[in-house]
């Protein structure tokens, strides 16, 4: 694996070592939260929240995000700073300064975003190896289908990570298998993490949740191809409705209304590394076809269980203990 596949591996994983809480990868709201950036998630597709931090906002400032890919601006937006707290450090109850903006319409690739004020002549630079833009989700519904999706122009990063989204997960409550190829686009995988759209670790193909994935190598134009398994999400489905135990906090959706993070599993960003004929993908954009394939479980197969952590998720887990799951 090259160099710079391993950083982006460790990068993403090490966000299990710097926090207390235990990982349960693949499971409810016990996760990893974002690792502290200036701007919270790395990647991100028009219409998405981004949240952006630095000490010199204060509450009700108007801060002004421009978006600049090859030395020229492709978009911007202007938004005040809010006082919330801190997904990147679920366990203060303190609200920060921060400045919450809806991703606009951008080409795809590694951008660099300039934060700016009028305020007080106050800015910032986000450069583009922290922050790439991507294609929208393929969207999914709970039932057995075959997508083809062609012209899926979608961001390649500085380190070379090809992006790949799947969202309207949040109406799919039951065990689903997901198949997934790029027929021409011949990605030799070496490396998969997966984020949610708050920037959230979920799984990945090395470690602990390396029994989530299946890798079938191909040749020729193809990529290989991705098996994912994503198990049951029934009791966090039934927990995170309207008056359930863990219903979501209508004026912060990043949290439950008791107070414990919530981790939103309606879009999944799978991020993948590997080389293309043999080199490791140009940053910048490029425009695939994907065809993915979703099968529901028929209840026979362990990977399709539920897990504890979907059912108490949320709860304090400072007391819990590591373990496979």
Not at 156 to 167: E, H, L
Request: proline share 7%.
């Amino acid at each position: 694996m090259a160099i710079k596949q391993l950083f982006f591996v460790a990068l993403i994983l090490g966000t299990v070592g710097s926090h207390t809480a235990t990982v349960h990868a693949g499971c409810g709201c016990d996760k990893p939260p974002p690792t502290p950036a200036a701007a919270v998630p790395h990647v991100a597709f028009a219409g998405m929240p981004v949240t952006f931090f630095d000490s010199n906002m204060h509450v009700g400032q108007t801060w002004t995000v421009t978006f600049e890919q090859h030395g020229a601006a492709v978009g911007s937006v202007t938004a005040p700073v809010v006082s919330r707290r801190d997904l990147t450090n679920p366990s203060s109850t303190t609200s920060v300064p921060q400045l919450v903006v809806t991703l606009p319409e951008l080409p795809a690739g590694p951008t660099r975003a300039v934060v700016s004020t009028t305020a007080t002549g106050a800015s910032f630079i986000v450069p583009e190896d922290k922050f790439t833009a991507i294609a929208k989700p393929v969207m999914v519904a709970e039932q057995d289908t075959d997508y083809s999706v062609d012209n899926y122009a979608t961001g390649i990063g500085t380190d070379g990570t090809v992006y790949v989204s799947v969202g309207g997960l949040n109406g799919v409550c039951e065990a689903m298998e997901f198949r997934a190829v790029l027929p021409n686009y011949p990605l030799r995988v070496t490396s998969i993490a997966i984020l949610n759209a708050q920037g959230f670790f979920i799984d990945a193909l090395q470690g602990q949740s390396a029994p989530h994935f299946q890798l079938e190598s191909q040749q020729g134009a193809s990529s290989d191809i991705l098996h994912y398994f994503r198990h049951s999400f029934a009791q966090y489905c039934l927990t995170h409705l309207p008056g359930g135990a863990k219903e979501v906090d209508p004026t912060d959706p990043h949290w439950h209304r008791d107070g414990t993070p919530h981790v939103d599993y309606s879009t999944l960003i799978f991020a993948f590394s590997g080389q293309v004929n043999g080199t490791t993908p140009s940053a910048g954009n490029a425009a695939l076809t994907v065809d993915l394939e979703t099968q529901l479980g028929d209840g026979t197969n362990a990977w399709e269980v539920e897990r504890e952590e979907e059912i108490t998720s949320g709860d304090d887990d400072d007391d819990a203990e590591d373990g496979d799951e």
